[in-house]
C-alpha cells in the first residue's frame, strides 16, 4: 500500500502506468483546483471550466499506457490544459464571427 500524497507527480504518474486508480484519485486533486482557477481567468464558465481539466483527466486515464513524459508532470499536465483553453477560446471566437479567418 502506497502512501500517496507523499509521492512526486512523477512517481504517481508512473503507478498510474500500473493502473493504480488511486495514485490517479491524487494527482487529480492536486491539480483539479489550480487548473479550474486559471482557466477560469480566461473564461468565465465555471461548467466548461470543470469539464476542460474532467476531460484532461479522462484522457490522461485512458492513454496512460502510450502517453510518454519528458519533463515534469506539472510542465506536461498544464501545457495540456492550456492547449485546449486555447483551442476552445480560438473555436468560440470562431463561431462568434470574431476572429478574421
Not at 14 to 32: G, P, T, V, W
Not at 43 to 53: F, H
Amino acid at each position: 500500500m502506497h502512501n500517496y500524497f507523499i509521492l512526486t507527480d512523477e512517481e504517481l504518474f508512473d503507478l498510474i502506468k500500473q493502473d493504480q486508480q488511486l495514485a490517479f484519485n491524487e494527482l487529480y486533486n492536486r491539480y483539479k483546483k489550480p487548473m479550474v482557477g486559471l482557466a477560469l481567468k480566461k473564461m468565465d464558465d465555471d461548467d466548461a471550466v470543470e469539464d476542460i481539466v474532467h476531460d484532461l483527466f479522462i484522457k490522461l486515464w485512458t492513454n496512460r499506457e502510450n502517453i510518454q513524459i519528458n519533463q515534469q508532470f506539472k510542465s506536461y499536465i498544464y501545457r495540456a490544459h492550456w492547449a485546449k483553453i486555447h483551442y476552445l477560446l480560438k473555436f468560440f471566437m470562431l463561431a462568434q464571427g470574431i476572429l478574421p479567418f
